[in-house]
């Protein structure tokens, strides 16, 4: 069974730091296309930070460019979330997401909208005091 899992979250004040991390099971790590998203309730899921199967490109939503840098280690299985600045809007359940995207021609598919990702751990909460 795919799984993934988020580590890291946690209580920052505002203009620090916090690095997320994900894991992965039942699933080549390298094959996989991955983002982390977030939620706060009420609201709908936000994609803040994608990056492609090889980790040569990546994408970042308006609210967290140059704050935050998403990086995948494929030897090591994990993907991380370099989270710089945070302010407290960055408050939320952060979620990390994966989708098979290698192919035999290559593959270059990344992106930030949910539903194109298949799998989903179970989030890690980020909260940012003021």
């Known amino acids: 069974q795919e799984q993934v899992v988020e580590s890291g979250g946690g209580l920052v004040q505002a203009g620090g730091s916090l690095t997320l991390s994900c894991t992965s099971s039942?699933?080549?790590?390298?094959?996989?296309?991955m983002a982390w998203f977030r939620q706060v309730p009420g609201k709908e899921r936000e994609g803040v930070a994608t990056i492609s199967w090889g980790g040569s490109s990546t994408s970042y939503s308006k609210s967290v460019n140059g704050r935050f840098s998403i990086s995948k280690d494929n030897n090591k299985k994990i993907l991380y979330l370099q989270m710089n600045n945070l302010k407290p809007e960055d408050t939320a359940m952060y979620y990390c997401?994966?989708?098979?995207?290698?192919?035999?021609?290559?593959?270059?598919?990344?992106?930030?909208?949910?539903?194109?990702?298949?799998?989903w751990g179970q989030g890690t909460q980020v909260t940012v005091s003021s």
């Open positions: 997401a994966a989708r098979k995207a290698k192919t035999p021609n290559g593959g270059s598919f990344y992106g930030l909208r949910p539903y194109e990702y298949n799998v």
């Open positions: 039942g699933l080549t790590f390298e094959d996989y296309a």
